[in-house]
């Protein structure tokens, strides 16, 4: 898939709104806010998220409360997304900055069996104290049956996350 079709269909799955966390969405019929409403500890992971992408300084950044299906569960979701887009690309900005749950990772478990990665982008899922999220990356990786393609330095990241049900 495109790149940058990908990362519509994701924004348009989020409905996102810059820096708003909705008192009330769209989605719930019932008009209370707690049907959408994240846990303060998943709000943070979200928040953290937003603040590497910014960090940047070359990405547009927003954050929503939403509804997904995800890769992980059989059933959708409620949580916080962030929807991050550098269409420049990030420059000299090393991607490992952006890969909160590497090294600096805090206790984040890799959910192994829900990670792909291609030329195109790659997703993971990871958890940590009742806390899921899962991580789309999308890029430009090229057409290595066309020596002539210049590929688009724009990437882009879709982080979903949500508390675990016990």
């Not at 009330?24 to 590497?52: E, F, H, I, K, M």
């Not at 900005?93 to 478990?109: D, I, M, N, Q």
């Amino acid at each position: 898939m495109h790149p940058r079709l990908s990362l519509l269909l994701a924004l348009a799955c989020v409905g996102c709104r810059l820096e708003a966390h909705p008192a009330q969405a769209a989605q719930n019929p019932a008009g209370s806010s707690a049907a959408l409403d994240p846990s303060a500890a998943v709000r943070a992971v979200c928040d953290t998220v937003a603040t590497l992408w910014r960090a940047t300084g070359r990405a547009q950044v927003r954050v929503a409360d939403t509804t997904m299906q995800v890769a992980s569960d059989s059933v959708t979701q409620r949580g916080c997304a962030v929807v991050a887009t550098a269409p420049d690309g990030l420059g000299s900005t090393p991607w490992e900055t952006l890969y909160w749950t590497t090294s600096r990772s805090r206790g984040w478990a890799e959910l192994t069996d829900y990670t792909a990665d291609g030329p195109d982008g790659g997703s993971q899922s990871l958890a940590r104290q009742g806390i899921r999220c899962q991580i789309d990356f999308t890029q430009d990786g090229g057409d290595d049956s066309d020596s002539t393609h210049v590929p688009s330095p724009a990437v882009g990241g879709t982080t979903f996350c949500w508390a675990i049900s016990s």
